[in-house]
T-cell receptor, first 116, second 109 residues
Framework: NAGVTQTPKFQVLKTGQSMTLQCAQDMNHNSMYWYRQDPGMGLRLIYY???????DKGEVPNGYNVSRLNKREFSLRLESAAPSQTSVYFC???????????????FGPGTRLTVL | TQLLEQSPQFLSIQEGENLTVYCNSSSVFSSLQWYRQEPGEGPVLLVTVVTGGEVKKLKRLTFQFGDARKDSSLHITAAQPGDTGLYLC?????????FGAGTQVVVTP
């Protein structure tokens, strides 16, 4: 049982290049999330997918796109990378139930992205 | 906009000492979660508190949710080097989490 996996672990891009961050979970969770973590800022939600076939913007969606490929996989794409997108990116999943207060999110190990 | 304020930002203590981390908000959340994150890894959930005034204990860790469900605290008794990490609080709003900036705790032997 791998939990949440992310690829790649590290990436260096030049300004203007594009890339896709991959995320997969094997816990049969319905909801998936992408966050970025910057020093002193905590984790900020970029996009989320409450269920297969739906995606919604989070707090900081500009410059990103997402695809919920199937129930297991949720990818994050940077079309034209900028230095401001240098960050650590985390994918998370949960079995979201709106009638429950206990919506634990399980996080992947992160992707460390540097944009030069 | 940071809806959840954590204090202090950094805490360095000796093994065996006690410590308290605070999480404050002007908003009411349906529940509040505490996570711990170690270097190079993603956050891992420690506890979820739901009811105002609720106190939960996890071995040497005590979590309290304020009566108005706007603030919370984490108290560690007799800290050990294994408690070193970044402690994050997160308010749950319909399954979406709002995170605080975190408190970096360092426990030295």
């Amino acid at each position: 049982n791998a939990g949440v996996t992310q690829t790649p672990k590290f990436q260096v891009l030049k300004t203007g290049q594009s890339m896709t961050l991959q995320c997969a979970q094997d816990m049969n969770h319905n909801s998936m999330y992408w966050y970025r973590q910057d020093p002193g800022m905590g984790l900020r939600l970029i996009y989320y997918s409450a269920s297969e076939g739906t995606t919604d913007k989070g707090e900081v969606p500009n410059g990103y796109n997402v695809s919920r490929l199937n129930k297991r996989e949720f990818s994050l794409r940077l079309e034209s990378a900028a230095p401001s997108q240098t960050s650590v990116y985390f994918c998370a999943s949960s079995h979201l139930r709106l009638d429950s207060y206990y919506n634990e999110q399980f996080f992947g190990p992160g992707t460390r992205l540097t944009v030069l | 906009t940071q809806l959840l304020e954590q204090s202090p930002q950094f805490l360095s203590i000796q093994e065996g000492e006690n410590l308290t981390v605070y999480c404050n908000s002007s908003s009411v959340f349906s529940s509040l979660q505490w996570y711990r994150q170690e270097p190079g890894e993603g956050p891992v959930l420690l506890v979820t508190v739901v009811t105002g005034g609720e106190v939960k204990k996890l071995k040497r860790l005590t979590f309290q949710f304020g009566d108005a469900r706007k603030d919370s605290s984490l108290h560690i008794t007799a800290a050990q080097p294994g408690d070193t990490g970044l402690y994050l609080c997160a308010g749950d709003s319909w399954g979406k989490l709002q995170f605080g900036a975190g408190t970096q705790v360092v426990v030295t032997p």
